[in-house]
């Protein structure tokens, strides 16, 4: 049985003082010890956070009962081990890096699509299903006959809408990992003139949840230890090569050159032989970390310390 659970959410609203929140939010996880990462920003929240099912119940119930947080969808998944190694929690300006400010989702985003509905819908001739996700997260699975983009993370985005013009008259599911992407994917779509945009809510992870994942390809790459996720339980299918000898290999690492950190798969066999690099170059390179298996390397902390002149360890949401 597993024992630790995870949980995947975002919530876009209003925080006054993200500085403040974020000391006292940060207390709050640590009391419950939770580990994580959590970013906070004037627009809102974003997090992956895993404990054990009693804290992480805690910490639903108690985000929930905030009027801020009362519509906060959370995924909740499980694994063997921990998600991560510490918790961190940071104000950013947005919960999504992408450099669209003056959108707001609450004011106007693409039709959300549950799980079921989306499932019905994706192979409409008339749909065309965009994965709005970086390319080293498609590489290693996504949605079959599914539209994606050559970028190396989510800022790119708008610089790549006008690719999408032939499809303006289709109707556009956006798609990614939670669905935060989407929010403001769909809304800058619909900015951008496309009249009929929906997304997939909860994302692939709820899909897999709720739907069984079917026409998932591959896994799901995710932003802590696990690195991927199993997604389809009813028709899997391998995508993705070893990036060192191209067998089929949906094992995703980080390369251990922590000057390339790369997001590649590599088989588990190439993965010892290269002692977790990408290259021959990588694994002659200086800066190479210990490659442990896995491929997972954590962050190095901030130095921020949330005990650092705390007046009191218990929470004030």
Not at 75 to 94: C, G, I, T, Y
Not at 102 to 111: A, C, E, M, V
Not at 207 to 222: L, P, R
């Amino acid at each position: 049985m597993k024992k630790h659970t995870v949980l995947l959410y975002y919530c876009y609203t209003f925080i006054a003082k993200p500085e403040e929140f974020r000391e006292e939010h940060h207390l709050f996880c640590l009391s419950l010890n939770l580990v994580g990462r959590i970013i906070v920003a004037p627009e809102g929240l974003n997090g992956t956070i895993s404990g054990t099912a009693e804290s992480c119940q805690v910490y639903m119930d108690t985000l929930k009962a905030d009027p801020r947080f009362s519509t906060i969808d959370f995924k909740v998944d499980l694994s063997d081990n921990p998600a991560f190694q510490k918790m961190h929690v940071r104000v950013k300006p947005e919960i999504v890096h992408v450099g669209l400010y003056h959108i707001d989702p609450n004011k106007r985003t693409g039709l959300h699509l549950e799980p079921e509905e989306f499932k019905k819908m994706k192979d409409d001739p008339d749909v065309v299903i965009l994965d709005v996700r970086s390319k080293y997260e498609h590489s290693v699975g996504r949605f079959k006959n599914s539209i994606t983009l050559d970028i190396d993370n989510f800022r790119e985005f708008p610089d790549k809408v006008n690719e999408l013009e032939k499809y303006k008259n289709k109707k556009v599911l956006t798609y990614c990992t939670g669905g935060i992407k989407c929010e403001k994917a769909s809304a800058y779509l619909l900015e951008q003139g496309f009249e009929n945009v929906y997304q997939l809510h909860g994302g692939i992870i709820k899909y897999g949840i709720e739907a069984g994942g079917e026409d998932f390809e591959g896994k799901c790459y995710v932003f802590d230890n696990r690195i991927t996720v199993d997604v389809n339980q009813v028709n899997p299918k391998v995508v993705s090569k070893c990036y060192v000898c191209e067998t089929p290999s949906e094992r995703m690492v980080n390369c251990a050159n922590a000057e390339c950190n790369s997001h590649v798969p590599i088989c588990e066999k190439c993965g010892w032989e290269m002692e977790g690099a990408c290259s021959d170059s990588c694994k002659l390179n200086p800066h190479k970390r210990k490659y442990d298996g896995t491929g997972y390397y954590a962050k190095e902390s901030n130095g921020y310390n949330p005990y650092l002149n705390a007046k009191r360890l218990k929470h004030s949401l």
